[in-house]
């Protein structure tokens, strides 16, 4: 059984569903499939989940430490880790706006020098701050936090919200961020990228804090996927990873259960970027005919669709015969618009 986390596959979109390009090997897979109701609404539960790693809804997934793991070999995340992103803070009326990602992503030296800064400052608060990607940060902290947060993609290109994080050391936090934000704004990098003419670093936002987890069940055999937690959970777990970025579903992968995080339609649109997302789409219309036929010559027992959203699409060879059921991606989106 090969699974395919799709975040993004049903939206929301900007436009109208009949716009969209054709796509008939997801319009087969989306009528013909059973539904499973699952738990998860964002592709990192989604996989924790099928990691055997339970999530409580009243505290932070552990998503930081896992992903550390992920993509810093010399990093040994134990202890508590946060994710703690460059963001650019922008003055509107009475609010701050929240932007992130190329548009404000710093380079690997003024990232370094960041981290330098920070780490000069904060060391008396049991603080370290890591950078092994230039726009992907993690926060340790000597001793573990009480504090709910929201991820990143959730707040992006909007009002930096007043009541997070939450928790018992909300306050703290607070005022630790400002002080943040103080300390890079008269930072050497700030002052050159004002001078080019490009936003500020403003500050971090910290979210998906906690310590690496329990986990129950059996992992996959295999991973794909170009992201830290999807590689993380593989380094963790010691099973076999390899990226989406050149990944063949026609591949020998060990084992008999993979599971594929095809991530880019969420990224097209966090860049609410409708082109780059319809090119995604087609891409992974191609991808479930390749698998399709696959599963008609008993080369693979099933595909489980999760585009995270609450219903799984569960193909085998059998359902794959349902001719008679109509429907497909129109459909679905305007069912879960």
């Not at 430490?65 to 460059?86: K, N, V």
Request: proline share 8%; charged share 25%; glycine share 10%.
């Amino acid at each position: 059984m090969l699974t395919l986390i799709c975040p993004g596959l049903l939206g929301p979109i900007p436009a109208a569903p009949e716009t969209l390009p054709k796509v008939p090997a997801i319009d087969r897979l989306l009528a013909r499939a059973d539904r499973v109701p699952t738990a998860g609404h964002d592709a990192a539960t989604v996989l924790l989940r099928h990691f055997g790693v339970s999530t409580d809804p009243e505290r932070d997934a552990p998503m930081a430490p896992i992903s550390l793991l992920g993509e810093a070999s010399d990093e040994r995340p134990d202890g508590y880790w946060m994710h703690a992103d460059p963001v650019h803070l922008r003055p509107d009326r009475d609010r701050l706006l929240l932007f992130a990602g190329a548009g404000v992503a710093p380079d690997r030296a003024e990232a370094d020098a960041l981290v330098a800064l920070f780490n000069s400052h904060f060391a008396a608060e049991g603080l370290r701050l890591t950078a092994p990607h230039p726009n992907r940060w993690y926060l340790g902290s000597d001793r573990e936090l009480d504090l709910r947060t929201e991820p990143l993609e959730r707040v992006l290109g909007g009002p930096v919200p007043l009541d997070v994080p939450s928790g018992a050391d909300a306050r703290r936090w607070r005022g630790l961020m400002n002080e943040v934000q103080m300390l890079f704004y008269g930072s050497e990098v700030n002052r050159l990228r004002e001078q080019a003419r490009r936003p500020a670093i403003s500050g971090i936002w910290t979210w998906g804090g906690g310590v690496l987890p329990d986990r129950s069940g059996e992992p996959p055999d295999a991973v794909v996927g170009d992201d830290p937690l999807s590689a993380g959970l593989a380094r963790w777990c010691g099973v076999a990873h390899r990226a989406l970025e050149g990944w063949s579903p026609l591949e020998s992968l060990p084992g008999r259960r993979h599971l594929v995080l095809w991530d880019w339609l969420g990224a097209a649109l966090l860049e609410r970027d409708l082109a780059a997302w319809s090119t995604a789409l087609i891409a992974l219309d191609t991808t479930i005919a390749v698998l399709e036929a696959r599963i008609k010559r008993g080369g693979l027992d099933g595909i489980l669709l999760e585009p995270c959203a609450g219903i799984a699409y569960r193909l085998t060879r059998s359902a794959s015969r349902r001719f008679w059921r109509r429907g497909g991606l129109v459909e679905s989106l305007i069912r879960h618009s």
